[in-house]
């Protein structure tokens, strides 16, 4: 079975800090994966996906297949960062999320 | 303007009732889904879509229906509202076939059976 793991469910830093939301994942295949954020008083959307190797709002991710992980990572984390964060797996035509880090940047 | 739209946004009602939570898109999407979340809880799939006519069963076991007569439009319904209903339920849509695997949210509608 596909599951998707986000072992913390809230994360604090400061300003300027880095910061790096975990994830882990389970799967029989080769997984595309994904994070999605919501901020507050707006939808889920997505933020980035593995295959396209990007970074987005400085954020950047690596699938590491020995691991089974797909953390966030962020150099230095800013006020505007603060969010939920889900990270997701494709199997075919479904997707499956964790259960969110919430990311607190404080000033 | 293209988008993804749920209404209610919120909705109170009482235990036996018959509810029906609305999913419309304007963004030509052949992919539909609904999935539930409670607070601090993952989103689960409860139903997806991949066209008109075509509806099937997500991985969570739900008392819920739903059907896909016209593309754009994806109602989730409830033919009698228990307590352990209460959730929030979020609509989302994607392109047939596309790589790039983007999920389209709506704003989500908060179910509260009393």
């Known amino acids: 079975a596909q599951r998707v793991t986000q072992p913390e469910k809230l994360l604090s830093v400061f300003k300027g800090a880095p910061v790096e939301l975990k994830c882990n994942y389970s799967y029989s295949g080769s997984p595309e994966l994904f994070w999605y954020v919501q901020y507050s008083r707006q939808r889920l959307q997505l933020l980035l996906r593995?295959?396209s190797r990007e970074s987005i709002k400085g954020f950047t991710a690596d699938l590491n297949k020995g691991e089974t992980s797909f953390h966030l990572k962020k150099p230095f984390a800013q006020e505007e960062d603060s969010a939920m964060y889900y990270c997701a797996l494709r199997d075919f035509n479904k997707f499956y999320f964790g259960s969110g880090t919430k990311l607190n940047v404080k000033p | 303007e293209a988008d993804i739209y749920q209404t209610p946004r919120y909705l109170v009602i009482g235990t036996g009732k018959k509810i029906t939570l609305e999913c419309s898109q304007t963004m030509g999407h052949d992919k539909m889904y609904w999935y539930q979340q409670d607070p601090g809880m993952e989103l689960h799939l409860i139903h997806y879509s991949y066209g008109v006519n075509s509806t099937e069963k997500g991985d969570l076991s739900s008392e819920s229906t739903v059907s896909r007569i016209r593309t754009e439009h994806f109602p989730l319904t409830l033919e009698s509202a228990r307590p352990s209903h209460t959730s929030q339920y979020l609509c989302?849509?994607?392109?047939?076939?596309?790589?790039?695997?983007?999920?389209?949210f709506g704003e989500g509608s908060r179910l509260t059976v009393l």
């Open positions: 989302a849509s994607s392109e047939q076939g596309a790589r790039t695997g983007e999920l389209f």
């Open positions: 593995h295959i």
